[in-house]
């Protein structure tokens, strides 16, 4: 299963992300709402971390994408994070306010997260199984994009 | 028509005890691979234990390690959010608290927040606390303590607790001798 999941990912045209198949670096932040939330508090449920910037055009569109996911199989055990990389927190929480989701924004001004996770750029998605495990990546986003997420959401759900 | 009917039961007489036979070694044979694999999940679970005691003390042996415990008492007074640890002026950790980590706390448990090496001498922690005060409002305080390192390793604790009389949270740092 693992093998088919990096096999897509070599498959869709991007360079392979260096850290598929290895435990995804446990954090803590700040989110936007005030509360601190660790990482590993979801070990259980497939995690989506989706790193994002204010400036970045397709970020919108592929939060609202992942706001639906979470609508659709939030139930099933599905939970995502959105990680902000700006050094304007104040510029990320006005972002956040106009595109409300229903998952926590997270906020990494010092990029700490994004180095660990090699964000090398945005958006990115980031999909963890529920043990702890980064099983696939998406460097970019689409509009036909919503379909290879669903299915991939659902391969590690019914794990 | 009698003995068309009789043959298919006959047969399951005599079959029936060869299959139920031939069932219960594979149900042997699988409680005991199950048996088996347990075994080996302790033995991986002992051995990792053991590897990290083995870690701990090549990275931080006991003439040189430094310790530093959190832990609160009471909390009505302090929500925790955040606190950072320095040593000889030199940030050498930040943890931020989630609410279940800080339940946590403040149901007894003891978190070690930092491990470190520390030369004999004398040195100085500073701890600043960062959370929510008496009244919900934003509240930072900071506590230091110098102490001397000798030969053995150095515990210290940094203890949140209530002062009632005052209705204050109490930020202490307290070496365990």
């Not at chain 1, 995690?47 to 609202?64: H, K, P, R, T, Y």
């Not at chain 2, 007894?108 to 030369?119: D, H, S």
């Not at chain 2, 500073?126 to 230091?144: M, W």
């Amino acid at each position: 299963m693992l093998a088919t999941l990096l096999l897509a990912a070599v498959a869709s045209g991007a360079q392979p992300y260096r850290l598929l198949g290895s435990a995804a670096p446990d954090f803590t932040l700040k989110a936007t709402s005030g509360t601190n939330l660790r990482l590993a508090e979801y070990r259980g449920q497939v995690v989506m971390l989706a790193f994002w910037g204010s400036n970045c055009g397709q970020c919108g569109d592929q939060l609202e994408a992942v706001s639906r996911l979470v609508d659709t199989y939030g139930s099933a055990g599905l939970t995502a994070l959105a990680v902000n990389v700006d050094d304007n927190v104040a510029a990320a929480a006005r972002f956040a306010a106009a595109h409300p989701v229903g998952y926590p924004m997270l906020l990494d001004p010092q990029k700490q997260v994004a180095r660990a996770y090699r964000v090398d750029n945005l958006p990115m998605l980031l999909l963890v199984d529920r043990s702890g495990t980064i099983r696939w990546a998406a460097r970019d986003y689409k509009r036909d994009s919503d379909v290879g997420y669903q299915e991939q959401v659902r391969v590690l759900l019914d794990e | 028509m009698k003995h068309l009917m009789t043959l298919p039961a006959m047969l399951l007489v005599l079959c029936g005890p060869l299959a139920a036979a031939g069932d219960e070694p594979a149900a042997t044979d699988t409680r005991a691979l199950d048996e088996e694999i347990q075994s080996i999940k302790t033995d991986a679970i002992a051995l990792n234990r053991d590897l990290s005691i083995l870690e701990e003390e090549l990275l931080f042996p006991a003439n040189t390690q430094v310790a530093v415990f959190l832990s609160m008492d009471v909390g009505d007074f302090f929500a925790l959010d955040s606190v950072e640890l320095r040593l000889d002026d030199k940030q050498v950790t930040k943890h931020l608290y989630t609410p279940r980590e800080a339940e946590a706390l403040l149901k007894g448990g003891v978190q070690r927040l930092y491990l470190g090496n520390l030369k004999v001498g004398n040195h100085e922690i500073v701890a600043l606390f960062t959370g929510k005060g008496p009244n919900g409002q934003d509240y930072s305080r900071g506590a230091s303590l110098k102490f001397e390192k000798s030969i053995g390793a150095k515990y210290l604790e940094l203890k949140i607790s209530d002062r009632q009389a005052r209705r204050q949270p109490e930020f202490e740092i307290r070496d365990w001798e």
